[in-house]
């Protein structure tokens, strides 16, 4: 009647708001991408991804990064072109940026070993997995593709 993912009970499950998890892009790890200081990662991607120079500075200058979330949201805030593609693009190298200038990140992607990860909003159904699991996880996938980009670089420096 009921069929189980176990991919799914087994993942490694995280919330992307948690400001104490290593993994998530709200955490209070600040990073240095492009020249720039960011407090967090959600910083960053949500500074580059408004069209208005404007809106950008006040981004930069918000207390929180869920503050970042909340204030791009409304409709007349537009966004780069192309948002969706070239937000991955800004969201993979502000982790990517975070696991290389933190050791604690690195040993908590590294306690993932091999499972699935997942972002478990139940509301974003575009970086997490949504309420139905139905959502696209994009925030997991990144960081899968990290964490196997950096076990290569180790493989091929072991070797």
């Not at 176990?6 to 104490?20: G, K, Q, T, V, W």
């Not at 699935?116 to 996880?137: A, C, K, M, P, V």
Request: aromatic content about 10%.
């Amino acid at each position: 009647m009921f069929k189980i993912n176990n991919d799914i009970e087994e993942a490694f499950l995280f919330s992307r708001y948690d400001l104490h998890h290593p993994l998530a892009s709200c955490s209070n790890h600040s990073i240095s991408l492009d020249e720039r200081n960011w407090k967090t990662c959600e910083h960053y991607v949500q500074s580059m991804s408004v069209r208005s120079q404007k809106h950008a500075v006040i981004i930069e200058t918000l207390p929180t990064a869920e503050d970042t979330i909340n204030y791009v949201k409304p409709w007349y805030r537009t966004k780069i072109k192309n948002y969706k593609r070239n937000v991955l693009i800004l969201m993979t190298r502000a982790l990517y940026t975070k696991a290389q200038m933190y050791s604690e990140v690195r040993d908590a992607l590294a306690a993932t070993d091999d499972k699935l990860i997942i972002e478990t909003s139940q509301y974003d159904y575009f970086w997490g997995i949504g309420r139905h699991s139905q959502g696209h996880n994009h925030l997991g996938k990144i960081w899968m593709n990290i964490r196997q980009k950096i076990s290569q670089a180790q493989t091929s420096e072991t070797q």
